[in-house]
């Protein structure tokens, strides 16, 4: 992106409310997107297209996508569990479409499912359907579950590299790992995206991360060490999986972009903008618990971003 040193990916609208028990009005949702993109985040991940049963907080993820693409310059994408939801994302007309691949089979079958071969071929008919029809839209897969998982315990690290390298054949457009339940340590993190980049290149770029046992932002500066330049986070640390048991806690996104910040690192977003959009938040969840050291406790006296310096 250009001005930017790393991309951060809201994920809040998506993984942060679906793992809340209340369900966001849609104009409090529609307030929230609008206030992130105003503090400079340029790729908001708006919802998912999925059962309303199972998870009526994304019941609304059409009027979600549909306001969000009127928002310039916002790149909008949401997440599907199959080709018939990745229909009606194509058909609202995201800009990018996640398939959830957990590397660990009881999670993939506890939250879609679908065992490793059932979803691979998913993967492989969304790509299809987007080569014949939708040629503009991105798809990406992410690999949950591939530092460790609350169902299944270890996740051995070749397991994740096979996946992977089944996505990349499917010509998916990029592959990221994610640390659904918050187990990655900063040598896993290291030593996992040396393999990845090694196996699928320049499609391992991202990285989902959460903050479940306090590591999320070490995690983080050994991701950045081998060249990871883009990451996953949720406003106010809302997020987990709901078909994880303990797996609370997104990495926060105010967090985040301090860090970065102050590393030197430009992210294009107004700290102070996005620290007060927390507000709108806190009123579109009332009662809800919010995270992050850096709206607690605030800016340091004379901090100066990163984009201030450039």
Same mark, same amino acid.
């Given at each position: 992106m250009t001005g930017t040193d790393v991309t951060i990916v809201e994920v809040g609208p998506r993984d942060g409310l679906q793992s809340v028990e209340r369900t966001m009005a849609t104009p409090a949702k529609l307030r929230w997107i609008d206030a992130l993109a105003a503090a400079g985040l340029?790729? *908001?991940? @708006? %919802?998912?297209?999925?059962?309303?049963?199972?998870?009526? $907080?994304?019941?609304?993820?059409? /009027?979600? +996508?549909?306001?969000?693409?009127t928002i310039p310059d916002l790149r909008v994408s949401v997440l599907v569990p199959n080709l018939r939801y990745a229909q009606l994302a194509f058909d609202a007309g995201v800009h990018v479409l996640t398939i959830p691949v957990s590397v660990s089979e009881p999670h993939s079958?506890?939250?879609?499912?679908?065992?490793?071969?059932?979803?691979?071929?998913?993967?492989?008919?969304?790509?299809?359907?987007?080569?014949?029809?939708?040629?503009?839209?991105? *798809?990406? @897969? %992410?690999?949950?579950?591939?530092?460790?998982?609350?169902? $299944?315990?270890?996740?051995?690290? /070749?397991? +994740?590299?096979?996946?992977?390298?089944?996505?990349?054949?499917?010509?998916?457009?990029?592959?990221?790992?994610?640390?659904?339940?918050?187990?990655?340590?900063?040598?896993?993190?290291?030593?996992?995206?040396?393999?990845?980049?090694?196996?699928?290149?320049?499609?391992?770029?991202?990285?989902?991360?959460?903050n479940t046992r306090g590591q999320g932002l070490a995690n983080v500066v050994a991701a950045l060490d081998v060249g990871v330049s883009a990451f996953d986070s949720s406003h106010g640390g809302l997020g987990g999986c709901p078909y994880a048991p303990g797996a609370t806690g997104n990495i926060v996104t105010e967090d985040l972009v301090f860090l970065l910040e102050s590393m030197g690192l430009r992210t294009g977003v107004d700290i102070e903008r996005l620290i007060e959009a927390r507000s709108i938040l806190a009123a579109g969840l009332p009662g809800e618990e919010l995270y992050g050291y850096v709206a607690e406790a605030g800016l340091p006296k004379g901090f100066v971003p990163a984009m201030a310096v450039a």
């Open positions: 340029r790729h *908001i991940q @708006v %919802g998912s297209f999925v059962s309303p049963r199972a998870l009526p $907080q994304m019941a609304d993820c059409a /009027d979600v +996508v549909r306001h969000a693409l079958i506890a939250n879609i499912r679908k065992t490793h071969d059932e979803i691979i071929e998913e993967v492989r008919a969304i790509v299809a359907l987007r080569n014949a029809r939708y040629p503009g839209t991105q *798809i990406e @897969v %992410g690999l949950a579950t591939a530092f460790g998982c609350t169902i $299944q315990g270890v996740v051995p690290e /070749d397991d +994740v590299i096979r996946l992977a390298r089944r996505a990349a054949e499917c010509r998916v457009d990029s592959i990221h790992p994610a640390d659904t339940v918050g187990f990655a340590s900063p040598t896993q993190i290291r030593r996992l995206f040396s393999r990845l980049r090694d196996e699928v290149g320049e499609k391992c770029g991202a990285l989902h991360l959460h």
